[in-house]
C-alpha cells in the first residue's frame, strides 16, 4: 500500500487474488465503520461486492469480476483527512502496456506563466498521446484524466502494480532565464530500454516541432523514472519561461504534432523491445 505523495509505506492489510484474478479480497482495520452487506454492482468491470465483518475493528470487502483484474490499494492523506480508495485495472495481457503520467495535477499546478498551469498543458499533450496510442491498438493506462491531483510516488507505485512496459510522463518546463527554450527528454541512466524511449522520443519531437534540441538527460533524481521498474522517459516538451515558446505549446495544432511524435517515439521503442 503506498501513500500517494509519499514514498511507500507499510500499512496492514491482507488481500488475496484469486487464479482467475476475478476475486480480490482485501481485510482491514476499520474501526467497525462498515456493516455486512452485498452490492450488485454489475457494471463493465465488476460483478459484485460483499462486506463482511470479521471482528469489531476488522472488515472484509470480496469484489466479483467480470475481467481478470490487477487491483490494490492507496492511502492518501491530506490536511484535514486520510482516506483510502482501492485502484482496479484490467490484469495485463500479453502485449505491451504504457503508462501516460501527466505531470501535476489538482494543487499542484508545476510552472505558472502568464496565467497558464503547467498542469493543465500536460494533460491536453497526454490526452492526445493515449487517444493516438489506443488508435494504434495499444494498451495504455493513464496515471490522471482529469485535473486531480496524484502524487509521484502513487504514479511510479501505479505503474509497478500494473506490470507496464514503458512509462512516460509529460512535463513543461520553465527556467529564471527567460531565454532558455527547447525540448530535453530525461531517462534513468542504466536503463537500456529507457534510454531508447527517451532518444526515439526526443528525435521525434524536435523533428516534429522544430524545437531547439536539448538532447536526452539523465533523470535518476526523479521520482518517477527512479521508482518505477519498466523502461521510463519524462518530455520537457518546451519551456513556458519563455515568451515565444509558450504561445506555440498552448497552440492545439503544437500540441497535436507533439503528441503524435510521443505516440510515434513509444511505438518505436516498442518495436524496438520486441513487440
Ligand atoms: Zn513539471
Known sequence: MTNGAEPVSSVNYTENISSDKKTYAITFVDNGKFSDAFYNLNDDMFSTLVVTRISNNVVKFTFTTKVAVVA????????????????????KESGPRVIIDAGHGGYDHGAIYSSTYESFLNLDVAKLVIAKLKAAGVDVIATREDDTFVGVYERAYLANKASATLFVSIHHNASTVPEMHGTGTYYYSTSTNGIKAATNIQERLVSALGSLNHGIITGNDLIVIDNTNMPAALVELGFMSNDEELQKLKDPNYQEKAANAICQGILDTLDQMGY
Open 72 to 91: 490494490f490499494p492507496i492511502i492518501r492523506e491530506d490536511s484535514s483527512d486520510t482516506y483510502s480508495t482501492i485502484s482496479f485495472y484490467t490484469a
